[in-house]
């Protein structure tokens, strides 16, 4: 791979832009889905149009996505931040809800006698039962984020997928298979290790 030995600096550089957009991506994304999944856990009708609408947004094929923000927000980070954000809220939203409403009924029971009000029982019961399905989301949306922030190169977003375009364009197979590979490594190793996190959990929890 003589491109990677003559350009360290520059795949370095792609790869922590890389993982600053996903960072800030998953940030965004939880605020969101976050507060979403909780007002909509024991609201069906709510729920049923918060899945309905982050529904249509995640079937939306990527670069037609960008095609409609690009006139809003121009070329570069912007819309694809955006972009990868309306693509992750489906899967966080649905994973909150999920895991909220798996905690069972006895438990909150048993919290309402102990005089626990309605927000301490979600900070300190139902949260952190939901906790290894909301790890599941995450590692599950982390993935995909990893995925569209590489197409997002093609819209001036930088990062790995930009070595990749570049590549292309160029014809240096070198600077395609590395933007590749690392691209790859890169949502591996996160899969990896949010799973082990989420099976810590779990067995912390004594949900194994």
Not at 21 to 47: D, Q
Not at 198 to 205: K, L, M, P, Q
């Amino acid at each position: 791979m003589d491109w990677i030995l003559n350009n360290p600096e520059t795949l370095w550089e792609a790869l922590v832009q890389h993982v600053i957009i996903v960072a800030e991506a998953l940030a965004i994304s939880l605020a969101i889905a976050l507060p979403l999944g909780i007002w909509s856990a024991r609201r069906p009708r709510v729920y049923a149009l918060v899945l309905g609408a982050t529904g249509i947004l995640y079937t939306i094929p990527a670069l037609a996505l960008f095609a409609l923000l690009i006139p809003i927000m121009g070329l570069g980070q912007g819309p694809a931040l955006t972009a990868i954000v309306m693509y992750s809220l489906l899967v966080l939203t649905r994973n909150v809800v999920v895991g909220l409403r798996n905690v069972p009924g006895d438990i909150l029971e048993a919290a309402d006698g102990m005089g626990y009000g309605r927000w301490r029982r979600l900070g300190a019961i139902e949260l952190p039962l939901a906790l290894p399905v909301i790890i599941a989301g995450i590692r599950l949306t982390v993935v995909t984020q990893i995925s569209v922030a590489t197409v997002g190169a093609f819209i001036g977003a930088g990062g790995l997928g930009d070595i990749i375009f570049q590549g292309i364009t160029q014809d240096i197979g070198d600077k395609v298979v590395v933007g590749a590979v690392f691209a790859s490594a890169l949502a591996i190793l996160a899969d990896e290790s949010l799973r082990f996190i989420e099976t810590r959990v779990r067995a912390a929890g004594g949900l194994e």
